[in-house]
């Protein structure tokens, strides 16, 4: 996960001593949704590799995952 600021911008702040600049909420936004849907995608494999009872292979359970 990104963190602002970053070691970079906090020691160029301190030599040219300019306030830090804040968050930008539309990035934070990007970044939380990126961060949502790495969180679903990791959920999504574990039920797909999750071993099922039926008698379709792996891409009738990951059809029937998605619908």
Known sequence: ???FPSLLDSL?????QDPPAGEVPHH????????EVQRLD???????NR??????????SLIDLLV
């Open 1 to 3: 996960m990104t963190t």
């Open 12 to 16: 160029a702040g301190a030599l040219h």
């Open 28 to 35: 934070r936004a990007l970044l939380d949704a990126h961060t």
């Open 42 to 48: 990791q959920q999504l494999l574990a039920q797909a």
């Open 51 to 60: 071993p099922r009872g039926g008698d379709g292979g792996l891409l009738e």
